[in-house]
């Protein structure tokens, strides 16, 4: 495909003028030369011109006139004037009149004219391409509502209090969810505690979206992580030189989400000088940035989080009473994954789905034995700690299902606390004693495999069994190793 050089008209009524321009000018651009007006405007009814150099003395009109009507007639094209006169009322004239983007004097340099017919080109390339969209918007004003209703729509479903929020039928968070839908119609300040991971800033999504000021915006601040200046800069603004590093004005998160949802999480970790200022913005409504004398108000609804017990350490003078009130309008606390053992399955399905989406892979699903695994693990780290574990088996996994030969071996191997496995263990089975112990010894020796990736000279020789024994007890308990697959649609349905 050839590239179609940038088209320019030159009028000059000099043709050692024309001839010098034409030479240095026809490697880059489609040059058209005229040397009177009557010729340049013939040329400007057949031909596509994007730029008008011309002359400003010529004898039938000067250059500023003829820019002028065209300008008139042809306003997409760059008007230029090049001139060996430097008359002031010539050039207020030709910027008034003619419209003109350069007026270039000479003796003029080679590389310095072409520069400007390129700046030139650009600037009719980016009066048209406004112009396109300046078109498409004035057709298209309901298909752009549209998209920005979808993605609106979009985000009040990923974050709706009952499809957003991952969990079982009889799990302990429908009640938590439960709680949101009530709360989030009402324009009230939430407090959320729980752990870290425990998906705090899902449930504030959730809180938003399902609100009355779900059109407008929702920023987080991780309140923890910044010292109290860059803090307070961070949520309040500042002005220019307000503090060593201010170099420009800054807008504040509070003004940022005004009208919307502010969510500070680690909120407990702040300093008791930096809960005396928030406290003041709680209170008045409206806030100073630093540096500066003027107050804004703002119509902001705040949720905060924290993996701390504010009760506790507002009665150790860790944080301050009336702040914790403020906040605390309602409070919601997020259990811990180890209290939601059913909810483990659909969980780890739903991550996989959304670390398939991030990393571009594809899997069929999840063994059984993977996610036996994960069910005795206590998950410190919570959800989030899942999510990374989940990421790590898909990237390290070959085959179409992520088996329990690629989780961590410290999730491998862990078992949960003795006490509780066992009191657990026996009220979940029935019959008989004989019945109980046998049904108690198939799943200690299946556990013990599980954990052992299913080699059964360890297994043998931690259980105190021969291979042979062991063998037996398999026979006789029906025990194999599991490849029947938690599909991803069953598990989510």
């Known amino acids: 495909m050839v590239d179609v050089l940038p088209s320019i008209l030159v009028v000059d009524d000099e043709p050692r003028s024309l001839e010098s321009i034409e030479r240095i000018l026809s490697d880059s651009f489609e040059v ?45 094209i760059i008007r230029m004037i090049i001139s060996g006169y430097t008359d002031s009322e010539d050039i207020i004239d030709a910027i008034n009149k003619g419209g003109i983007y350069q007026y270039i004097t000479k003796p003029w340099h080679p590389d310095e004219l072409i520069s400007k017919l390129n700046n030139a080109i650009e600037l009719f390339r980016l009066q048209r391409e406004n112009e396109r969209l300046a078109v498409e918007l004035k057709l298209k004003p309901d298909t752009l509502e549209q998209a920005l209703i979808e993605k609106r729509q979009a985000l009040k479903s990923r974050y709706d209090w009952d499809a957003g929020i991952v969990r079982s039928p009889d799990s302990c968070m429908n009640a938590i969810c439960d709680t949101i839908r009530t709360v989030a119609a009402f324009d009230v300040n939430v407090l959320l505690m729980g752990e870290s991971g425990t998906g705090k800033e899902l449930c504030a999504r959730a809180l938003h979206y399902n609100s009355l000021r779900q059109d407008k915006v929702f920023v987080a601040e991780n309140c923890g992580a910044l010292p109290d200046e860059l803090l307070e800069s961070e949520l309040f603004g500042h002005k220019r030189g307000a503090f060593t590093g201010a170099i420009e004005d800054r807008v504040g998160l509070f ?34 940035p630093l540096g500066s004398n003027t107050r804004k108000p703002i119509d902001v609804r705040v949720i905060a989080a924290t993996n701390r017990n504010l009760a506790e350490d507002v009665k150790n003078g860790k944080f301050r009473q009336d702040l914790y009130y403020r906040l605390a309008t309602f409070e919601i606390e997020l259990p811990p994954l180890r209290e939601r053992k059913q909810d483990i399955a659909p969980l780890a399905i739903a991550l996989l789905n959304e670390a398939m989406d991030q990393l571009g892979k594809r899997v069929k699903g999840i063994s059984e034995e993977a996610l036996c695994c994960f069910e005795n693990y206590r998950w410190p780290g919570n959800v989030r700690e899942m999510q990374n574990e989940i990421k790590r088996m898909l990237v390290l996994g070959q085959k179409d299902y992520l088996g329990s030969e690629l989780v961590s071996p410290h999730i491998l191997h862990a078992t949960p606390e003795e006490e509780e496995a066992d009191m657990a263990l026996l009220t979940s089975i029935d019959g008989s004693l004989k019945q109980r112990i046998e049904k108690l010894e198939a799943r200690i020796i299946k556990e013990t495999l ?19 024994g062991l063998r037996n007890k398999l026979e006789r308990y029906g025990l194999e190793r599991n490849d029947n697959i938690e599909s991803i649609e069953e598990t989510v349905a």
């Open 255 to 288: 003004e940022l989400a005004n009208g919307g949802t502010i969510f500070l999480d680690e909120i407990g970790d702040t300093s008791p000088a930096f809960q005396v200022k928030l406290l003041r913005v709680l209170q008045e409504n409206e806030i100073r």
């Open 450 to 468: 599980i954990r052992l990736r299913w080699n059964k000279t360890q297994a043998s020789q931690e259980l105190g069994l021969s291979r042979v």
């Open 32 to 76: 058209h030369l005229a040397a009177n007006v009557d010729e340049a405007e013939a040329i400007l009814q057949r031909e596509w011109i994007q730029v008008l150099l011309c002359d400003q003395r010529m004898p039938e009109m000067s250059g500023v006139e003829f820019t002028e009507k065209v300008r008139s007639e042809y306003p997409d």
